[in-house]
């Protein structure tokens, strides 16, 4: 599961390039109760979303030529550059090259080879986020990619995640965790194939404990629900969620209520 204790591999960040942020801001406080408070004079109108007073994501301006709003994941890594490095070999592709963000650490951000955008933070001043596995924040991520073998064999190049296929109704999900600790304890993520008409990428997932009720809400705002909410055995109660600009998550309330980090 998500914890603080963020190994080298793990979800570390999120955040959400919108082209509205005053109108995404308040689609996220409707819809998971988030506070906006903005990074302050020289950020470019980036800011933090916050639960009870604790960084859980953040959203800034569309900052790409060309790019749509979307969550972007970041995994931690010691070493940026050399993540760089391992992408590119590895077939991946640089879209920006490793930068220092102030005094807070050093980030980057690529395509894997299937096509899903990541992206990597080296903390320093920001260690990442400040709650996660709670209710209204991040306790777990999706890939959805052409091919998860291929995509599997990329990021254990990159990164040493390990993985398990799990048998579910249509398909083989890949479980994923990160290399250091008890396998099923460091997991953090799946890995999926394409549906129709679907496009690669990195979907968080939040926990909440009303996933009808946040469908609902997200209606309300502007949003829409693709998928509505449905119970996955032995997994939990799970919906799927595009804020008003189309930029997808996925909201579940766990069989297991998750533990706190």
């Not at 963000?101 to 894997?112: I, K, L, Q």
């Not at 997200?218 to 032995?234: K, L």
Request: glycine share 14%; proline share 8%; charged share 20%.
């Amino acid at each position: 599961m998500l914890t603080t204790d963020f190994a080298t591999g793990a979800p570390t960040w999120i955040d959400l390039g919108s082209p509205d942020t005053g109108r995404a801001a308040a689609f996220y406080a409707s819809v998971l109760g988030w506070d906006f408070v903005p990074a302050g004079p020289g950020s470019g109108g980036y800011g933090f979303f916050r639960a009870d007073g604790a960084t859980v994501a953040a959203l800034g301006p569309l900052t790409e030529e060309g790019a749509s709003s979307a969550w972007t994941v970041y995994f931690r890594t010691p070493d940026a550059d050399a993540t760089a490095k391992s992408v590119e070999m590895s077939g991946g592709t640089v879209r920006v090259a490793p930068f220092d963000v102030m005094e807070a650490g050093r980030m980057g951000c690529f395509t894997d080879p299937g096509g899903a955008d990541f992206a990597v933070w080296q903390p320093a001043g920001v260690g990442g986020l400040e709650r996660v596995s709670e209710d209204n924040a991040l306790c777990w991520v999706e890939a959805h990619v052409p091919d998860p073998t291929a995509a599997y064999a990329f990021y254990r190049g990159v990164f040493g995640w390990r993985s398990v296929d799990m048998e579910v109704p249509g398909l083989v999900y890949k479980v994923l965790s990160t290399a250091e600790g008890d396998q099923q304890e460091a997991s953090f993520g799946g890995m999926a194939p394409l549906q129709r008409g679907e496009r690669a990428r990195w979907i968080p997932y939040f926990c909440v404990g009303d996933p009808d009720a946040v469908g609902s809400a997200a209606e309300s705002g502007g949003g829409s629900v693709p998928m509505t909410p449905a119970d996955v055995a032995g997994v939990g109660r799970i919906a799927w969620i595009a804020d008003p600009f189309g930029a997808a998550f996925a909201v579940i309330r766990p069989d297991q209520p998750a533990a706190a980090a």
